[in-house]
């Protein structure tokens, strides 16, 4: 028996109902979870200083922040509700969507929530399969979940291990979901420095998927310089256990950015974080280190880069990528810090740790990233607070350029960057900070707008579901999608 072969360990529940106030009404659980949940993913927390810990109390004091994990919006943003973590206890991490279904990620496993009532989302199962950061996404009957730490083995089962260990295992998992109470792991594929998130381009046979890793890896003993490109895996759809890695595309012949001390502050470029494919128009945005690029995939198992930026004064670290619904425009993110700083203060300023807006100029080859303006939230943030820009999708609204993204305890931004040079906040919501005196990492990790809703995944908080009602969104209401996968794009037109 192959190790991906033992039935995941797995709770159902049947209707659970969860009330507009995030209570949960009634679980109705089935055999409990075996395996145990991966201790080294519990949030990082830092003790603040005096000074720093009482400038967050007087903060909240005077009105400045919202207090204590107090929930607060914009007049145009209303909160529906919130399912807490259930079983898996880990960081809750990244979305898919699939019909009446919302995928939740987590370092634990993944839920799957029927969303069909937005205001009552129900939990249809839980998957227990520890291995962060367990970044999903979705294509017809197969699911698909990254792996970047180290395991014991590829099952369901393993535990962590040193990284030094040679048996250290990494990659891809493949899961049958056809029957979403009971999803059943059909393949695993280890990649080179492991899998820290992925980026699908399917067609009607085969889901070609791209694996973005970089070094230093977390775990793999033989993941060193140079690793300069992505893993790709072919899966069959009709035989999902032959999929296999059948290329590692060179993306940086030169090496990439040489990040510090040449560039001081910018991270080396030794792989790729995040690739977003727009199948439609034959094109991927990747978001790598140090450099932004451009790539052609009209041969979706041989991407090519086009052009390639970097921003060595205000990006330190590119995080991900999102197209605008016309495709002549790039969102690229800095997660300065890593996610666990607290950057969005006057300290740090309007760019740094920002988005940056890029217009596509020129025609094939010639087609060139060109820089515009920086985007980040108009509303600074406590020292314990962890906040930066992090993933978001577009908001398919009729003639504009809308974007809802997640900002850790920044929250969630609705912001319109229509005008590339002039990008401006429409709405918002956020919680107040985790902690008045220590650093807890925490915060909306994923923040999506799917058939009328905005759906938020918080790290620590558990689902939130979000509704904007505004003029200039109004338009995208009637865009319906039967699969959302944010890092493939689609044609919302």
């Not at 927390?45 to 967050?56: L, P, V, W, Y």
């Not at 979705?138 to 970047?148: E, I, N, R």
Request: charged residues 25%; aromatic residues 8%.
């Amino acid at each position: 028996m192959k190790p991906w072969e033992r039935s995941p360990q797995r709770r159902r529940y049947l209707g659970a109902a969860v009330a507009a106030l995030g209570l949960v009404a009634s679980l109705l659980a089935a055999s409990p979870a075996v395996a145990t949940p991966d201790p080294g993913d519990a949030p990082h927390s830092e003790r603040m200083t005096k000074d720093q810990a009482s400038g967050t109390r007087a903060a909240i004091e005077n009105g400045e922040i919202p207090g204590v994990d107090e929930i607060v919006h914009s007049d145009n943003v209303s909160h529906l509700t919130n399912i807490p973590k259930q079983d898996l206890k880990g960081t809750n991490s990244d979305l898919a969507f699939q019909g009446k279904y919302a995928f939740a990620g987590n370092y634990d496993g993944f839920v799957i929530y029927d969303i069909s009532r937005p205001k009552r989302p129900a939990i249809v199962s839980q998957v227990l399969c520890p291995g962060a950061q367990n970044d999903v996404s979705v294509s017809g009957d197969l699911l698909f979940l990254s792996t970047d730490s180290s395991r014991s083995d590829n099952s369901c089962n393993s535990t962590t291990q040193p990284a030094t260990e040679k048996s250290s295992w990494e990659g891809m998992k493949v899961f049958d979901i056809s029957d979403k109470r009971n999803p059943r792991y059909v393949a695993a594929v280890e990649t080179s420095c492991g899998s820290h998130t992925h980026t699908l381009a399917p067609d009607r046979k085969n889901v070609y998927v791209y694996v973005s890793s970089y070094y230093p890896s977390e775990t793999f003993p033989d993941c060193k310089p140079p690793h300069d490109g992505i893993s790709v895996i072919k899966v069959p759809r009709k035989a999902p256990e032959k999929a296999a890695v059948i290329d590692f595309p060179v993306l940086f012949p030169d090496g990439g950015n040489p990040g510090g001390p040449t560039n001081p502050g910018v991270s080396e470029t030794t792989g790729c974080h995040d690739l977003t494919t727009f199948p439609e128009l034959k094109l991927a945005a990747g978001a790598c280190m140090g450099d932004g690029i451009l790539l052609d995939i009209a041969d979706p198992a041989k991407p090519r880069v086009i052009d390639r930026v970097e921003d060595n004064v205000n990006f330190a670290f590119w995080h991900s990528a999102t197209f605008n619904e016309r495709g002549n425009k790039v969102v690229f993110t800095d997660e300065l810090g890593g996610g666990r700083g607290a950057t969005c203060n006057e300290a740090t300023g309007p760019t740094r740790g920002a988005d940056g807006i890029y217009d596509i100029v020129g025609k094939g080859d010639k087609r060139k990233l060109k820089f515009r303006s920086y985007y980040k939230i108009p509303r600074h943030q406590a020292a314990t607070e962890n906040c930066v820009a992090h993933n978001g999708s577009l908001i398919p609204a009729k003639g504009r350029d809308i974007m809802v993204q997640a900002w850790y305890q920044g929250g969630v931004s609705i912001w319109d960057f229509t005008d590339s040079t002039r990008p401006k906040e429409i709405g918002y919501f956020e919680r107040g900070p985790i902690s008045a005196d220590t650093l807890v990492s925490g915060g909306s990790w994923s923040a999506y707008y799917y058939n009328g809703h905005i759906y938020s995944n918080d790290m620590t908080k558990g689902f939130d579901v979000l509704k904007i009602d505004d003029r200039r969104t109004d338009s995208a209401r009637s865009v319906r999608l039967r699969e959302l996968n944010v890092q493939t794009q689609p044609d919302y037109r």
